[in-house]
């Protein structure tokens, strides 16, 4: 059957299905309890308030009374307050009309564009693809950052993750990577960010250029919880409906903390007792069902790049531990060197891709493997040169590595609107590696 005609019907389906009415019973913190109306964990009702409708989505049944969070405010909502069922669970249009879009963590437009009609309309909730079903991670991508792209390098269909503190750069690596990516498309989510930044992300990180090839999520700090928890899945979505077109899409989502966050206010709302440092269980089955989604699917790919930020600098706490163990790889920011003024602050020491061998030839790998190993022959010896104890002919590769050492950081320090393909990142690091300027 035809998918427009298969929506035709869905719609006159939906259409004719009798209302189901029901009411507000107890409203407690940022729940409402509903009685008199059947329901599924994930369907959306409609709740009268004052002279307004809020949607809420049912996060909990217990016997005939639901436990919903609205996805808008509780002003006007009370006991007796009429619901009315949808029928269903959240539903977005998606398609190629969404290139250039900005829309909200439910998927509406908030870019004053033309609505988004004429699309397919689908559920944002989706199982990932079957482990033997998908493909592997075989090509490289390019991400635009030198250190990256040599010492951590990116394949297509990659989950990566981006753990640092406040402050230490993480959005400012996330725009130069959406600017300098050679992926066909990219979806941006940008989850409990301040709404100050999201113009000037817009506007200034991301341009007119890095829109148009983009699709932008935006749920800001202040929105309700389940709104910036949906976000990430109508992002994640989104890139899916591109992924089974056959496209390589590029996902990022800033950031998954605070999606880990907003989970951790829903579960606590609905009563489940909180465990790691305050993290309720379903926070951490919540991570491996969003990030398996992305990656190599049957045809087309999702690279997902995921910010983690990381409390206290502590990257050991719950959720920067358990993002670690599912995602491919991992980009560490460094406080230290963010403070000295070298960006991007990457601790290319610390970070790891596990798909590195699979993406790059052997040269490559060998030439990625001496810097390295002179990076880290450098940290050895540096407290003993700081002091004056270290006599030079002790270490071979610490002698070479402080002879570099100005032209290795000149390679590895990028600014915020340089651009660096993968094949001259690779040629500028032979250069280096030969004694000649990066």
Same mark, same amino acid.
């Given at each position: 059957?035809? *998918?427009?005609?298969?929506?035709?019907?869905?719609?006159?389906v939906?259409?004719?299905r @009798?209302l189901?009415y029901g009411?507000?019973?107890?409203v407690?913190?940022?729940? +409402?309890a509903v009685?008199?109306?059947?329901?599924?964990v994930?369907?959306?009702?409609?709740i009268?308030?004052?002279?307004?409708?809020v @949607?809420a989505?049912v996060?909990a %049944?217990n016997?005939?009374?639901?436990?919903?969070?609205?996805?808008?405010v509780?002003?006007?909502? #009370?006991?007796?307050?009429?619901?009315?069922?949808t029928?269903?669970?959240l539903?977005?249009?998606v #398609?190629?009309?969404?290139?250039?879009?900005?829309l909200?963590?439910l998927?509406?437009?908030?870019?004053?564009?033309?609505s988004?009609?004429?699309g397919? %309309?689908?559920?944002?909730e989706?199982?990932?693809?079957? =482990? !033997?079903?998908r493909?592997r991670?075989?090509?490289?991508l &390019?991400?635009? +950052?030198?250190?990256l792209?040599?010492?951590?390098? =990116?394949?297509?269909?990659?989950?990566?993750?981006?753990?640092?503190?406040?402050?230490?750069?993480?959005?400012?690596?996330l725009?130069?990577?959406?600017?300098?990516?050679?992926?066909?498309?990219?979806?941006?989510?940008?989850?409990g960010?301040?709404?100050r930044?999201?113009?000037?992300f817009l506007?200034?990180?991301? #341009?007119?250029?890095?829109?148009?090839?983009s699709?932008? %999520?935006?749920?800001?700090?202040d929105q309700?919880?389940l709104v910036? /928890?949906?976000a990430? $899945? +109508?992002?994640?979505?989104i890139?899916?409906? $591109?992924?089974?077109?056959?496209?390589d899409?590029?996902?990022?989502m *800033?950031s998954l903390t605070?999606?880990?966050?907003?989970?951790?206010e %829903?579960? !606590?709302? +609905?009563?489940?007792p909180?465990a790691?440092r305050?993290?309720?269980?379903?926070? $951490?089955?919540l991570?491996?069902? !969003?990030l398996?989604? =992305?990656?190599?699917?049957?045809?087309? &790919?999702?690279?997902?790049?995921?910010?983690?930020?990381?409390?206290?600098d *502590?990257?050991?706490?719950p959720?920067?531990?358990?993002?670690?163990?599912?995602?491919?790889?991992?980009?560490v !920011?460094?406080?230290?060197?963010?403070?000295?003024?070298?960006?991007?602050?990457?601790?290319?020491l610390e970070?790891i891709?596990?798909v590195?061998?699979?993406?790059?030839s052997?040269?490559q790998?060998?030439a990625?493997?001496? /810097?390295?190993s002179?990076?880290?022959?450098?940290? *050895?010896?540096?407290?003993l040169?700081?002091i004056g104890?270290y006599l030079?002919g002790?270490?071979?590769?610490?002698?070479r590595?402080?002879?570099?050492?100005?032209?290795?950081?000149? $390679?590895?320090?990028?600014?915020?609107?340089?651009r660096?393909p993968?094949?001259?990142s690779?040629s500028?690091?032979?250069?280096?590696?030969?004694?000649?300027?990066?």
């Amino acid at each position: 059957m035809p *998918d427009s005609l298969r929506q035709r019907l869905d719609a006159a389906v939906a259409a004719a299905r @009798p209302l189901a009415y029901g009411e507000v019973s107890r409203v407690l913190g940022l729940s +409402v309890a509903v009685r008199g109306i059947p329901g599924r964990v994930g369907d959306l009702l409609s709740i009268t308030a004052g002279a307004g409708v809020v @949607p809420a989505e049912v996060v909990a %049944v217990n016997g005939d009374e639901l436990t919903c969070l609205p996805l808008g405010v509780l002003d006007g909502i #009370g006991a007796g307050s009429p619901v009315v069922s949808t029928g269903g669970p959240l539903r977005i249009a998606v #398609g190629d009309q969404l290139r250039g879009r900005v829309l909200d963590g439910l998927g509406r437009p908030m870019d004053g564009g033309p609505s988004l009609c004429g699309g397919e %309309v689908v559920g944002v909730e989706q199982p990932a693809p079957n =482990a !033997l079903a998908r493909g592997r991670v075989t090509e490289p991508l &390019s991400l635009g +950052v030198r250190a990256l792209d040599t010492l951590v390098p =990116a394949g297509r269909g990659q989950r990566m993750g981006i753990f640092a503190g406040s402050g230490v750069g993480k959005s400012s690596l996330l725009s130069m990577i959406t600017r300098g990516t050679d992926a066909e498309i990219s979806v941006i989510a940008l989850v409990g960010e301040r709404g100050r930044e999201v113009r000037e992300f817009l506007e200034n990180d991301l #341009g007119p250029e890095g829109l148009a090839r983009s699709v932008v %999520v935006v749920a800001t700090s202040d929105q309700p919880p389940l709104v910036r /928890l949906r976000a990430c $899945f +109508v992002a994640t979505r989104i890139a899916e409906w $591109f992924r089974d077109q056959g496209r390589d899409v590029l996902l990022l989502m *800033d950031s998954l903390t605070r999606a880990a966050m907003a989970q951790r206010e %829903v579960g !606590l709302s +609905v009563g489940e007792p909180p465990a790691t440092r305050g993290y309720p269980p379903s926070v $951490f089955a919540l991570l491996p069902r !969003l990030l398996e989604r =992305a990656g190599p699917g049957e045809v087309g &790919s999702i690279t997902g790049l995921y910010t983690v930020l990381v409390e206290g600098d *502590d990257h050991n706490e719950p959720i920067a531990d358990s993002a670690r163990s599912i995602l491919d790889g991992h980009v560490v !920011l460094d406080r230290r060197l963010a403070t000295a003024g070298h960006f991007p602050s990457i601790d290319v020491l610390e970070s790891i891709s596990r798909v590195s061998g699979a993406v790059t030839s052997r040269e490559q790998r060998a030439a990625a493997t001496e /810097l390295r190993s002179l990076l880290a022959a450098h940290r *050895d010896v540096r407290e003993l040169v700081e002091i004056g104890a270290y006599l030079p002919g002790t270490n071979p590769d610490a002698d070479r590595a402080r002879e570099l050492m100005p032209a290795i950081n000149a $390679f590895l320090r990028q600014d915020l609107d340089e651009r660096c393909p993968a094949d001259r990142s690779w040629s500028a690091l032979t250069n280096l590696l030969a004694g000649g300027d990066a």
